[in-house]
């Protein structure tokens, strides 16, 4: 069984940084891309960040680049995203997300989503 459980949300000042995990299971990580996605309240899902499978490639949304940084740890069947220089509007709740390719992609086909953790950016 396919198991993609994040961590690390929280309460966040702006300008103030996050660190992200997905902790993955019930699959072969190192074979497959990853994805992080986020959903505002009262929003849809938005695409944030993908990595390959060997974690050699990352892509970014344009509203994140510069300030997250996406990595992975395929001894430890791990994905994190580093978030720093956080604003309001980066309050959402935060999903890993496994595609069926080992090729990153800014429009991933999801196959199973993670439960998600929440991030809010506020003073």
């Known amino acids: 069984e396919v198991q993609l459980v994040e961590s690390g949300g929280g309460l966040v000042q702006p300008g103030g940084s996050l660190r992200l995990s997905c902790a993955a299971s019930g699959f072969t990580f190192s074979s497959y891309a990853m994805h992080w996605v986020r959903q505002a309240p009262r929003k849809g899902r938005e695409w944030l960040s993908g990595i390959d499978s060997g974690g050699q490639i990352t892509i970014y949304a344009e509203s994140v680049k510069g300030r997250f940084t996406i990595s992975r740890d395929n001894t430890k069947n791990t994905l994190t995203l580093q978030m720093t220089s956080l604003k309001p509007e980066d309050t959402a709740v935060y999903y890993c997300?496994?595609?069926?390719?080992?090729?990153?992609?800014?429009?991933?086909?999801?196959?199973?989503w993670g439960q998600g953790t929440q991030v809010t950016v506020s003073s």
């Open positions: 997300a496994k595609v069926s390719s080992a090729l990153v992609s800014p429009f991933p086909i999801v196959e199973y």
